[in-house]
C-alpha cells in the first residue's frame, strides 16, 4: 500500500468504528437498559399497553415515561413499537417481580420497572420493580 494512502485508511476505519459503537443497544443483539414508569389500569387508553405476565395472564399497564441512555428514545417512540400488538410485551424476569406486578391494585400507585428491553422479541427482562415517591421520576438515572 502506498503510503499517501495509509491516513485515508485509517480515517475510515476509525468512521467505521464509531458507526458501530454508536449504534444504539435495541439496533443489536443485546438489550436497551430501559426505566418504564407507570401504573396497572383497569382502562384501555392510548398509553395503555398489555404486559404478559404469565401463561394467558394480562395486565393492563398505562405507561407515563421511559428512560434510557439513549435520548432519541422516547415514550412515543416506545409505543409505537409495542402498542398495536397483543401482547404488547412479554414481561421475563425474577418471579417475585412478576407476582408483584400480577398482584398490583390498579391505579393504586406508581411503579418504576427497571430492566432490559429486546425490541426484536418484545421482552422486557425485569431487574427491579418499586414504587416511585413523590418527586424520584424527576431524577434521571441515565
Do not use: W
Amino acid at each position: 500500500m502506498r503510503l499517501s494512502l495509509r491516513p485515508f485508511v485509517v480515517c475510515a476505519g476509525l468512521l467505521l468504528m464509531q458507526c458501530v459503537i454508536a449504534r444504539p443497544a435495541h439496533a443489536q443483539h443485546g438489550g436497551l437498559p430501559m426505566e418504564l414508569y407507570g401504573m396497572i389500569s383497569l382502562a384501555p387508553g392510548s398509553q395503555v399497553v398489555t404486559l404478559a405476565v404469565g401463561k394467558g395472564e394480562t395486565v393492563r399497564f398505562r405507561v407515563q415515561d421511559v428512560e434510557s441512555r439513549y435520548p432519541d428514545f422516547s415514550v412515543i417512540n416506545f409505543l409505537s413499537e409495542i402498542r398495536h400488538r397483543q401482547p404488547s410485551l412479554y414481561i421475563k424476569g425474577p418471579a417475585h417481580y412478576v407476582d408483584l406486578l400480577r398482584n398490583e391494585e390498579p391505579e393504586k400507585r406508581l411503579l418504576r420497572l427497571t430492566g432490559l428491553y429486546y425490541a426484536s422479541a418484545r421482552n422486557f427482562v425485569l431487574s427491579r420493580v418499586r414504587p416511585v415517591r413523590p418527586g424520584e421520576q424527576s431524577e434521571r438515572r441515565f
